[in-house]
């Protein structure tokens, strides 16, 4: 067998795992999986085609100069060739930010990452989608414990789990690529030759993200294994999490657009009026 063959039989093997691990979704769930256009995403639509799965792609135009006309071109031609039904979403015409112009200094990636999941939630809600699928894999899921765990804030830190199962307003979330390794998963596309895009987002050097992805590579250098250790042990420890829950903070309708939010006004309300600071 050819080697990219081999390991895509075992990233398969191991979303395989995860899905049923950790009961992700079946065949008669209706998947939206959430592609960038990085390896991770167009990996796991290639690997959620192959097992026959009923799902389909979603891709944000996030409006960043000089990163998201390839991203989305990368997405379409993907998808044309694979054949696997796909919509693009401008985040402007869905909830009027472009990420190129928010004026939020270190904090692009985080209203980013907000305007995602609140489109991710509202697309897959409106087309009766019952479960998001995001690439997140095991080194992400890593460096962002170890991020949250600076505080041990356990609301955060649940958020690593591989299954955030739906609750008022968000639906089913989950991570089938979190027994998968990044190392892995650049050596497959790489030998498959995916056309992925190629240039990093302007705004992930203002970020944290990459300060813990170091870390947790370092750690990793001085131990083997390290990052899958770190993960795998939290996640069988996550009933325990699960049993000392924080209180959870009682979610209400923002008081400009309806979104549920902690506070009065949701984190995008907030941006649009100039107070995007927590
Ligand atoms: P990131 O936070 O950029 O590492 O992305 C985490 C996951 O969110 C990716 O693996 C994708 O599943 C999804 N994602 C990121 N960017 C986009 C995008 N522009 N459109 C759709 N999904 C995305
Ligand atoms: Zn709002």
């Not at 063959?5 to 395989?16: A, G, P, S």
């Not at 305007?115 to 992400?140: M, P, T, W, Y």
């Not at 009026?273 to 927590?278: C, H, L, Q, Y």
Request: aromatic letters at 12%; one cysteine or more.
């Amino acid at each position: 067998m050819q080697r990219d063959k081999r390991l895509f039989q075992k990233i398969i093997r191991r979303v395989n795992n995860a899905i049923k691990d950790f009961a992700m979704f079946s065949r008669n769930d209706r998947v939206l999986l959430a592609v960038s256009g990085g390896k991770d995403s167009l990996v796991l639509a290639l690997v959620l085609r192959h097992l026959n799965y009923n799902f389909e792609v979603l891709h944000i135009d996030l409006h960043i100069q000089g990163y998201s006309r390839e991203a989305c071109d990368k997405v379409s031609n993907f998808c044309e060739f694979h054949e696997i039904p796909f919509t693009i979403i401008s985040s402007f015409d869905a909830v009027g930010l472009e990420v190129g112009k928010l004026n939020t200094a270190n904090k692009t990636c985080a209203v980013c990452g907000s305007i995602k999941r609140q489109i991710f939630n509202s697309f897959a809600s409106e087309k009766g989608l019952n479960v998001i699928a995001v690439a997140h894999n095991l080194d992400d899921e890593a460096a962002m414990l170890f991020a949250n765990n600076r505080l041990w804030h356990f609301d955060y830190l649940k958020k690593s789990l591989p299954v955030l199962q739906a609750k008022q307003g968000f639906v089913k979330r989950v991570k089938p690529l979190c027994y998968v390794r990044e190392s892995e998963l650049k050596e497959f596309s790489e030998q498959a030759g995916i056309d992925v895009v190629k240039t990093t987002c302007p705004f992930s050097r203002y970020g944290s993200r990459l300060k813990y992805n170091h870390i947790l590579a370092h750690a990793e250098n001085e131990f083997s294994g390290f990052a899958y250790d770190y993960y795998l042990s939290f996640i069988r420890q996550f009933r325990l999490v699960e049993s000392i829950e924080a209180e959870q903070l009682e979610l209400q309708p923002c008081k400009e657009c309806g979104e549920l939010t902690t506070s009065g006004y949701c984190r995008l309300c907030r941006v649009k009026k100039g107070e995007w600071d927590n």
